[in-house]
């Protein structure tokens, strides 16, 4: 009984270890073939390793390149980008020019009209002056004389030099002389008038219209500052003996005594030592009588209406 049941159990023991053997070669086996497959699949890693080692070497490479492009292409713009500031400027410089030419152009143009235009208008003056002179004497002087009044300075001076032109021996001529000074006096150009008035007064030293022009030369150079000169010529009218109207003596007398009272307001020359010559030289002048004449008291004349010097 018990030898039998040793003989069993040596079966069992022996059955398992040929169990476990077989099991164990399989183990193995498959082990073996793991570590074929392993190895297989390292290899086939490592080069796939190598070949990613080698495209990423690659696409680095073509990572820089692009880069260098890329740097060059930003200098190359920005280079490009100066360029076209610079002729932008240079274009902009170019068209203010050509505007600031323009416009002085315009400039031009606009002032050539101008003058084209005053030309013409001058012109047209003249030519209506030359064809409005009346013919008759007493319509030239009465024309003259309207267009004083109506303060047509110009052409009144034109009309009473056509009347000292074609009448040069007529007794008006020293009074139309006198209104051609009077027009520029009004006009404020005291010098040309204080010329016409010297003239006369050289000229026409007999003729009761010296007094007017004394009393206006006083007022002309008053208005010049040059207050002895006025102050000698008003002198000439108020002195004993004048044959100014007593309405010219009195203004005459009104007129020294405002120069007089002056502080620097009105009167520029009182420094001055050797003012007033050319006046008192003008005056004794026309009170001398000329070669061959001899001095006779002249009828007083009705002044105009005397003005004062400021």
Not at 51 to 78: N, V
Not at 87 to 99: C, Q
Not at 148 to 175: M, V
């Amino acid at each position: 009984m018990l030898h039998c049941l040793s003989v069993t159990a040596a079966l069992v023991l022996q059955t398992g270890c040929l169990t476990l053997k077989s099991e164990h070669d399989k183990l193995a086996e498959r082990v073996t073939k793991l570590d074929a497959e392993t190895g297989d699949r390292g290899k086939q890693l490592d080069e796939k390793l190598v070949e990613a080692d080698q495209k990423l070497a690659e696409l680095q490479a073509k990572l820089d390149q692009a880069e260098t492009m890329l740097r060059g292409s930003q200098a190359g713009i920005g280079a490009r980008m100066d360029t076209v500031e610079t002729e932008v400027a240079e274009l902009r410089g170019s068209a203010e020019n050509s505007e600031l030419v323009a416009s002085a152009s315009a400039q031009a143009m606009s002032e050539l009209r101008e003058d084209v235009d005053k030309r013409l208008r001058t012109l047209e003056e003249k030519l209506n002056e030359a064809t409005s002179i009346p013919e008759g004497k007493d319509e030239l002087w009465n024309e003259a004389d309207r267009q004083l009044q109506r303060k047509n300075y110009k052409l009144s001076r034109t009309l009473w030099r056509t009347f000292i032109s074609r009448y040069p021996g007529d007794p008006k001529l020293p009074e139309a002389n006198f209104k051609v000074g009077l027009t520029f006096h009004s006009e404020r150009d005291y010098k040309s008038a204080l010329g016409v008035f010297y003239n006369i007064i050289q000229t026409y030293s007999e003729d009761p219209i010296v007094s007017d022009a004394l009393y206006y030369s006083g007022l002309g150079f008053a208005k010049l500052g040059q207050c002895k000169n006025a102050i000698a010529y008003f002198e000439a009218i108020s002195r004993a003996g004048s044959n100014a109207s007593p309405q010219y003596q009195k203004a005459a007398k009104d007129q020294i005594d405002i120069l007089k009272k002056d502080t620097g307001d009105l009167c520029f020359d009182r420094e001055d030592a050797n003012a007033g010559a050319a006046a008192k030289q003008s005056v004794q002048e026309s009170q001398s009588p000329k070669p061959g004449e001899t001095k006779t008291e002249a009828k007083p004349t009705k002044p105009t209406k005397p003005g004062k010097s400021k």
